[in-house]
């Protein structure tokens, strides 16, 4: 008896190790296909960005806001935890304005005027970074402002700020 307990018992570690050896192999498999997906995606993302980005470059006229990349130089985000409304609004050292209504869903993308993108720019070379969070009642809001100026913010500077993004939100949702 013992003789057929050894033999099955070697018969079910044969049949383990096929098994494994097979998950070995399928685990590998799937390793390969998940890692060339992952770099076929990342190079799909990259040209896509490039294509974007190339699409987005400010003509030689309308040079971009504080510097020579397409960074955010201005976000605004005000969210009325009463009502479930919020807005956001950022803008791109190119001068491109996104306007998001997060309650809902509307998106909506605005090329600055030339005395807006001026008005930005101004403050971006005369303030430093503006990184403000304000609440009243159940609004919040914040402010950020990629200032590269030696002057430190204050709350006129930060209250024009605002006003000029909530403005700005009027003008591009009244567009649609």
């Not at 976000?75 to 956001?88: A, I, L, N, T, Y």
């Not at 200032?147 to 605002?162: D, V």
Request: charged share 15%.
């Amino acid at each position: 008896m013992n003789t057929n307990k050894q033999s099955s018992n070697r018969t079910n570690r044969k049949e383990e190790k096929d098994s494994s050896g097979i998950m070995k192999f399928f685990y590998l498999v799937m390793f390969l296909l998940i890692g060339s997906s992952s770099v076929i995606g990342i190079a799909g993302i990259s040209h896509r960005n490039a294509n974007a980005q190339s699409a987005a470059t400010p003509a030689s006229n309308n040079p971009p806001i504080g510097g020579e990349t397409s960074a955010l130089v201005l976000v605004f985000h005000r969210e009325d935890s009463g009502s479930g409304k919020c807005v956001d609004l950022t803008i791109a050292s190119t001068g491109t304005a996104v306007y998001s209504d997060c309650s809902n869903g509307v998106n909506m993308r605005y090329t600055l005027s030339a005395s807006e993108r001026a008005q930005v720019q101004d403050w971006i070379k005369q303030f430093q970074q503006i990184n403000d969070q304000s609440q009243s009642g159940q609004v919040t809001t914040k402010i950020y402002l990629n200032g590269q100026g030696n002057q430190p913010p204050n709350n006129t500077a930060t209250q024009q700020l605002i006003y000029f993004a909530t403005a700005l939100i009027a003008k591009i949702a009244a567009m649609s």
